[in-house]
């Protein structure tokens, strides 16, 4: 199960996440889950230029500890000297290659001009970036994505929310068009572990579905972190889960659910994906700020 997860970084370098109380990870902290991911057979991380100082400390850990991560990594808003620029992350994280080299939002990929094309293939040609891919939300976006043919990665959220119900098919549909699927949003930032009277607005809408899957959970005496973590090892589709964490002890924790637990009973996956939520827009945090 560990060789299939990838450690999400967002809060390594800002204050991430509805639920995170403890804000931006320390660079000391970071260093021990890097330490103890990679002793534990978790090699990948998922970063960005969009993530504050991120990828600064990935850079600091590589070239002090000389461990060595597989790095995926998004760009947006800019497309000019992205060879150079790009030269320039590799020097700065101290690798030769990015696993994965992602447009951070789908309005970056679809309209990108063809000279960023020409350059990113030129750049996988070099060896520089193995797999070019693209982040999106929707699933109108994942069908266009898969529709293009020097795309290689989509990553998309899913989550006991957004589930196989409503992924379902695109999931499919970009499966045979022979496109890796990595998937985010697992914890959909942690609002499965709030407490409901904290959560206001519109967003409280989303615990009519969130109590089902407690309901669902206590029937099978199991936890909602469990289950969080193991829904997605259900879905024959996706290639890698990307993981967020912000402390080591939620890192160990993690593991040892991943570790230790076995596969969700068939009866406990038809029960999630029978929840069908009908206000999409509220599994998108960037519409949390404005509803």
Not at 86 to 110: A, M, P, S
Not at 248 to 262: A, D, F, P, Y
Request: a neutral charge.
């Amino acid at each position: 199960m560990l060789e299939k997860i990838t450690l999400g970084t967002a809060q390594w370098g800002m204050n991430y996440g509805i639920n995170n109380s403890s804000g931006e990870m320390s660079l000391d902290e970071v260093t021990k889950v890097m330490d103890y991911a990679f002793e534990n057979n978790i090699h990948t991380l998922d970063t960005a230029n969009a993530y504050g100082r991120a990828i600064d400390k990935i850079a600091y850990y590589h070239n002090t500890r000389k461990r060595i991560f597989n790095i995926h990594n998004k760009f947006y808003k800019y497309f000019d000297n992205i060879d150079k620029r790009i030269d320039n992350e590799l020097k700065h994280l101290g690798i030769n290659h990015f696993e994965v080299y992602y447009f951070h939002h789908f309005n970056d990929f679809q309209y990108c001009p063809i000279y960023v094309h020409d350059a990113l293939w030129e750049l996988k040609a070099k060896g520089k970036i193995k797999k070019i891919g693209v982040a999106v939300y929707d699933n109108e976006e994942v069908i266009k994505v898969a529709d293009c043919k020097w795309i290689d990665v989509i990553q998309m959220p899913y989550n006991l929310l957004d589930n196989f119900s409503l992924r379902g098919d695109a999931m499919k549909y970009a499966n045979e068009k022979e496109k890796e699927i990595h998937i985010r949003s697992v914890f959909l930032q942690g609002i499965f572990f709030m407490n409901e009277t904290k959560v206001t607005g519109k967003l409280k809408e989303l615990f009519k579905y969130i109590n089902q899957i407690k309901q669902i959970a206590s029937d099978y005496d199991i936890s909602m972190l469990e289950l969080c973590l193991l829904y997605p090892f259900s879905n024959p589709y996706i290639q890698k889960i990307i993981m967020g964490i912000d402390s080591l002890e939620q890192l160990k924790i993690n593991i040892n659910v991943l570790t230790t637990k076995k596969s969700l009973p068939a009866s406990l996956i038809r029960s999630i994906e029978q929840i069908h939520i009908e206000e999409n827009a509220l599994l998108k945090p960037y519409n949390w700020q404005i509803i």
